[in-house]
């Protein structure tokens, strides 16, 4: 059982401002990310909740007790770090068993620790080895190991695995999804950069930006209903297109004029009297179609990058403004240079209005969310609920989400 809340949380060193208004109510056993770009306070943030970083405003509870002024030592929070920070000079087995020879256990129940701890992390043969005579990913694991002899109700990670190479990420990703079901009931908080890490462990998202909260949801849920444009193009990859234009027609379903005369219908409703706002039509590149759809972008191909599952279309490189990107499923030679108008299906589309989406206005509850699937013929269709339940819970965050006009 660990339930954390963070409570107008907020860090300054001197009179500069790293993290603000941080509100965040944690469930005991969920796997929680934090993403953001590079300096907007993830490390800092987790560095509080460890006790290595006093909290320079509001509080920290974890199971209805403050934590503040509690030492990291008493908190039963363990961290993995980045840098991996193991004792050069002791076997794996002395690394793992250090945190419980300070803690004066006794002979027996540190082996016993570290034996376990060994095999849930298939260290066992490896228990007499120094750092030295181990591979990246090896090392890694005996970080996490340290933090599995302490049994602790929660854990902590850093970016674990950026110092690993790229097939290295993949299989201890796995195992660090396999450790959090291995453990149901710890909570694990885990800071990383990589959006397939984000995407896959986590239960919700903390998307951090501008020193506060942008939006806290389960990760398809950011991805389909980001509450801002930041969010939108911080999740998924090419980054979400923001095509300008002016509301036409409302109703259940808004028509969009473009700037430059397409007309898009999107599935967000608008209100009598939204006629003329201006607005940017959110579409991802993943959702742009050559099927002779009605366009809702049109343009000239600068650049194709076949990569082989999809192909990457660009258009605009030269311009000022981040060009628009379309992936195709496939492979499509031959495309540079050439005029290609792409379609969207409404229910893929987004509308944002000086950066904040339409859905959430006025603060009206959002139904719960519930993922689009592909249907079998690969159109996108209203679908049964997510598994877990998730995506009831956004109110965690400092943006309320606020609702939707339908
Ligand atoms: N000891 C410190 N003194 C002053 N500023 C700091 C200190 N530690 C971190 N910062 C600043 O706090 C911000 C957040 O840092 P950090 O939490 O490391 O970001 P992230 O992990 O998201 O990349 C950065 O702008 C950084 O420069
Ligand atoms: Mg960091």
Redesign the pocket.
Known sequence: MADLRLTNVA?S??D?D??RDIDLTITSGEFIV?V????????????MIAGL?QITGGTLEIDGQVMNDIPPSQRGIAMVFQSYALYPHMTVRDNMAFALKIAGQSKDQIRAATDRAGKMLQLTPYLDRLPKALSGGQRQRVAIGRAIVRDPKVYLF??PLSNLDAALRVATRIEIAQLKASMPDRTMIY?T?DQTEAMTLADRIVV?AGGGIAQVGAPLELYERPVNEFVAQFIGSPAMNLLPGRVKATGPMTTVTLDGGLEAQVAIPTRPGDEGMEVNLGVRPEDMREDGGASVFEGTVDLTEALGEVTLLYFGTNAETAPIIAKLPGIHPGLNGRRVRLSADPQALHLFHKGQSLLYRDGADLPPYQPRMASPSGSMGSTPAFPDGGGDRIEDGVIKPVGPVR
Do not use: I, M
Not at 36 to 47: A, D, E, F, I
């Open positions: 860090k060193y001197g500069v790293v993290l934090f953001g770009p590079s300096g907007c306070g993830k490390s800092t943030l987790l560095r970083e850093d970016e800071v950069h951090l």
